[in-house]
């Protein structure tokens, strides 16, 4: 059996401090700790971060501020605010890191998979031609090539470079 090495995970596998408890997006965007939570944007009524357990790089996530947990709970102008700072997170993808196409949703209720479900949010996630391989069919492994603080970096600086809706 091969090995595959990636001990930088064990900060995600093994954390120093333990969550807090209560909605993640609720907690993170109050706690004022951006970097620390990969917090990429802060708009009016949403805002942008990292998924911390991403199912490819530059997973990210739009969430509104106000708990909600069914997008027609929302009101017209949070939704257009989340559509918008999602366009602009697609060209700062686009950007900085060049995917092929995106797969974009939201998972509404416990039962559509939702980890947060009393919390609604917008996933997209950027995809690459040949990103599937045999490590997620045969090993149900998931290979992530850039570590999250990387990404993070990244995207903050396209986000930066490129113009917001």
């Not at 995600?12 to 609720?26: A, E, N, S, W």
């Not at 939704?79 to 999602?86: K, Y």
């Not at 974009?104 to 559509?112: D, F, H, P, R």
Request: with cysteine; hydrophobic share 45%; proline share 8%.
């Amino acid at each position: 059996m091969d090995n595959l090495w990636a001990p930088w995970r064990m900060a995600f596998i093994d954390p120093k401090d333990p969550p807090p408890p209560g909605c993640i997006f609720c907690t993170q965007p109050a706690a004022q700790q951006d970097q620390k939570y990969h917090i990429l944007h802060r708009g009016e009524r949403c805002f942008i971060m990292l998924n911390l357990y991403p199912y490819n790089n530059g997973h990210l996530m739009v969430a509104p501020y106000e708990h909600v947990g069914a997008f027609d709970q929302l009101s017209a102008e949070t939704l257009a605010d989340m559509m918008a700072q999602a366009q602009w997170a697609i060209r700062a993808l686009k950007a900085a890191m060049n995917p092929d196409g995106f797969n974009m949703g939201i998972n509404m209720g416990k039962v559509a998979g939702a980890g947060f479900a009393e919390h609604i949010h917008y996933h997209i996630v950027p995809r690459w031609n040949g990103d599937t391989n045999f490590m997620p069919v045969i090993g149900d492994i998931k290979v992530m090539p850039e570590h999250l603080d990387v990404v993070y970096e990244k995207l903050l600086q396209a986000l930066a470079e490129t113009k917001a809706s």
